[in-house]
């Protein structure tokens, strides 16, 4: 459904009302747009007390954003300063969750489209965290680890004063892996004098981290399609895959799929894919990406049968081959019109978003008017917050579960999220739009509690 097709007149004037005063914010714009046009079967059913209790301008409004400097000193001994955001968007049902970026394109905008996401994803999980988001303009890439150590230790010394582990807890997202959490968690110990192991998640084994953490978004995002495929009579058996990212998400959605008897056959990074016609060979990858930290390029050094092909201006490289399943675990936007038309012309039947808002409004409007399955991120790529949720809990209880433990608990998770969004859709007569289903299942979770919070 487009803006224009609307009945309700509260939606369109929120809309709006949201539209001019975050004009300089383009991607929470887009991110608002999306969910709040999906919810007009809710709110034409409860217009009036929505309405009276201006309940869509509170959702609108993140409970508070804080900005902040971070100066810190390379290895030449020069001072830089970037600029670090927590964006604490809901906390009706839980603590504030949700994960730290550090990339050069982090703004304010992009802060608060990830924070309000992040309200839904964690309302589907059914455990009690709410949303937030943070991050800064630091890039990581070709920093020592000097230089990344003495970034982190600033950026907690600030973020300190507006976290802890029954107020608003981080964890990792794009350049933020488990080296950064470490640095971040260590400076957190230092200056608190206690030892608050719930305060982040996405920490190492030895010090309070939960095994199949790291996994968990990439599997997560494969179960979540194993449910969507097989409802709607297809086998992801014997399947051919290609992957956007060779990040955390990616390798182990690579991992999870070939588990699960798919074939992949493309990866990328920001400069280009692989394509590799016999099956990615993950140790491969891993080792570049985990191990090296180099570009995918390097991938045909070990397999010179592979091809690699550059990306372009239009779109990227990836999005060129023919398969039957693309998951884009890159970034958001990763999937305009265009491409969304090549993926279809291609042949591909489903889309599973291991990125957050990877698809452009418009590329989720091509796919849902030509029949393609669209696992959306909110729902699908819920597994990493899910188990971040269940490592707050093993550090609450002072208590370790096995790697099976913590994977079957996903795995039941992830099968629960989607039953979530098939209810919705069947309740409201929605068909095949999982998007809107679980927006519907979350947002009917998170308006409830706010409800019976009062006006606050």
Not at 47 to 67: D, N, V, W, Y
Request: glycine letters at 10%; aromatic letters at 8%.
């Amino acid at each position: 459904m487009s803006e224009n097709e609307l009945k309700s007149e509260y939606l369109k004037e929120i809309i709006g009302r949201t539209e001019k005063i975050n004009a300089s914010e383009p991607e929470f714009i887009q991110a608002f747009k999306e969910v709040l046009i999906s919810l007009e079967p809710v709110i034409l059913a409860n217009e009036k007390e929505f309405k009276t209790q201006a309940f869509l301008e509170r959702l609108s409004e993140p409970e508070r954003i804080i900005t902040f400097r971070v100066p810190w000193l390379d290895d030449s001994g020069q001072v830089q300063v970037n600029r670090g955001y927590r964006v604490q968007f809901n906390g009706a049902i839980g603590p504030y969750k949700g994960g730290l970026r550090f990339h050069p394109t982090v703004n304010q905008s992009i802060m608060k489209f990830l924070a309000f996401e992040q309200i839904f994803k964690n309302a589907l999980t059914g455990l009690p965290i709410g949303g937030g988001k943070g991050g800064s303009d630091f890039d990581p890439k070709g920093k020592s680890d000097m230089e990344i150590m003495k970034f982190c230790q600033s950026f907690m010394t600030e973020l300190q004063k507006h976290i802890g582990q029954d107020v608003d807890i981080p964890a990792g997202d794009i350049g933020v892996g488990s080296r950064e959490i470490g640095y971040l968690f260590g400076q957190y110990r230092k200056i608190k004098n206690s030892y608050e192991a719930g305060v982040l998640t996405g920490k190492g084994i030895e010090y309070g981290g939960s095994l199949a953490r790291t996994e968990a978004t990439g599997y997560g995002l494969l179960y979540f399609m194993r449910e969507m495929l097989k409802t709607n009579d297809i086998q992801i058996e014997g399947k051919t895959v290609i992957i956007s990212g060779a990040g955390n998400v990616a390798i182990y959605a690579c991992e999870k799929a070939q588990m699960m008897g798919a074939k992949v056959v493309a990866m990328s990074d920001s400069s280009g894919c692989i394509y590799d016609k016999d099956g990615i060979k993950l140790n491969v990858i891993k080792e570049i990406k985990e191990v090296k930290r180099e570009r995918i390029k390097e991938y045909l050094l070990s397999v010179p049968t592979a091809e690699y092909f550059e990306n372009t201006n239009n779109m990227p490289s990836v999005y060129k081959i023919k398969a039957d399943i693309v998951l884009p675990c890159a970034t958001q936007n990763d999937i305009s019109l265009e491409t969304a038309k090549l993926i279809v012309k291609n042949g591909s039947v489903a889309i599973g978003e291991g990125a957050n808002m990877p698809c452009t409004n418009e590329a989720i409007e091509y796919f849902q008017a030509n029949n393609v399955l669209l696992a959306p991120g909110k729902a699908a790529n819920a597994g990493g917050v899910a188990t971040s949720a269940l490592e707050m809990s093993q550090n609450s209880m002072r208590y370790f579960w096995s790697f099976e433990e913590v994977e079957n608990k996903l795995e039941n998770i992830m099968v629960n999220i989607f039953k979530q969004c098939r209810r919705a859709c069947d309740e409201y007569n929605l068909g095949k739009n999982y998007v809107a289903g679980a927006n519907i299942a979350a947002f009917k979770k998170v308006s409830a509690a706010m409800l019976a919070q009062g006006i606050i």
